[in-house]
C-alpha cells in the first residue's frame, strides 16, 4: 500500500501569501496518477490538479502542481480568501487503488 | 451541466442494510468508470469502490469487501451500493465520483449513513 503524508498539518497564512503543500510518498508514484483537491466545509472535494501539473477546468493559474518519484507539491501563489480549506493530495493505483493523504488546513492566520 | 446526485443514505442499526444510488446526468455515463468514496465526520477522505464501464472489473477496499456491493445500470445513467453487515465505522458521508484521467473530476454531493443503535 502506498501511504501519502502530506505536512505540514494546518497552515497558517494571510491572504496574498504564498502557500506551499507538501504531499510525500512512501513509494515511488508515478505523476499520471497524482492529483490534489480542495474541500471546504460542508462540501465535497473538488478537483485542482491532475497528472501532478495539469490544472483542472476553471481552476485559477494561482493553483501549480509539481514534483515527482516520492515528493510532490501543490502552491498556492498568492491565497484568495476563497482558498482557505482543506487540501488533499490522492495517488491511484496499487492496492488499495486509490489513497489519500491525511489533508491539510490552509487556515487564515 | 455535469452531474452526480446521490440518494438513499440514512440511519440504520449496526448488521441492517442500507442501497445508495447516484443519479448522472450531463455526460455519457457508460463512458466513464464510477467510484464510491466515503468521508468519516471530521475525518480524511477513503476511496471504497471501483467498477469499470460495462462492469467489467470492479474492486473494493479491504474494509468493506464481503459487506459492499457495487453495481451500475448504465441503461438509467446509476451506480449503486449495496451495503450490508453494517458497522458503526461505517458512519460517514458516502460520496458518488466519477473517474477521469486517474483522478476523481466529478464529486456528487454525498449522502449521510449512519450506524447507530
Known amino acids: 500500500e502506498t501511504v501519502l503524508t502530506q505536512s505540514p498539518g494546518t497552515l497558517s497564512l494571510s491572504p496574498g501569501e504564498r502557500a506551499t503543500l507538501s504531499c510525500r510518498a512512501s513509494?515511488?508514484?508515478?505523476?499520471?496518477?497524482l492529483a490534489w483537491f480542495q474541500q471546504k466545509p460542508g462540501q465535497a472535494p473538488r478537483l485542482l490538479i491532475f497528472?501532478?501539473?495539469t490544472r483542472a477546468t476553471g481552476i485559477p493559474d494561482r493553483f501549480s502542481g509539481s514534483g515527482s518519484g516520492t515528493d510532490f507539491t501543490l502552491t498556492i501563489s498568492r491565497l484568495e480568501p476563497e482558498d482557505f480549506a482543506v487540501y488533499y493530495c490522492?495517488?491511484?493505483?496499487?492496492?488499495?487503488?486509490?489513497?489519500f493523504g491525511q489533508g491539510t488546513k490552509v487556515e487564515v492566520k | 451541466e455535469e452531474q452526480l446526485v446521490e440518494s438513499g443514505g440514512g440511519l440504520v442499526q449496526p448488521g441492517g442494510s442500507l442501497r445508495l444510488s447516484c443519479a448522472a446526468s450531463?455526460?455519457?455515463?457508460?463512458?466513464?468508470?464510477m467510484n464510491w468514496v466515503r468521508q468519516a465526520p471530521g475525518k480524511g477522505l477513503e476511496w471504497i469502490s471501483f467498477?469499470?464501464?460495462?462492469?467489467?472489473?470492479?474492486y473494493y477496499a479491504d474494509s468493506v469487501k464481503g459487506r459492499f456491493t457495487i453495481s451500475r445500470d448504465d441503461a438509467k445513467n446509476s451506480l449503486y451500493l449495496q451495503m450490508n453487515n453494517l458497522r458503526a465505522e461505517d458512519t460517514a458521508v458516502y460520496y458518488c465520483?466519477?473517474?477521469?484521467?486517474?483522478?476523481?473530476?466529478?464529486w456528487g454531493q454525498g449522502t449521510m449513513v449512519t450506524v447507530s443503535s
Open positions: 450531463g455526460f455519457i455515463f457508460n463512458a466513464y468508470t
Open positions: 497528472g501532478a501539473s
Open positions: 490522492q495517488q491511484f493505483g496499487g492496492s488499495p487503488l486509490w489513497t
Open positions: 513509494q515511488s508514484v508515478s505523476s499520471t496518477y
Open positions: 467498477i469499470q464501464v460495462s462492469s467489467h472489473t470492479i
Open positions: 465520483a466519477r473517474d477521469h484521467r486517474y483522478a476523481i473530476d466529478i
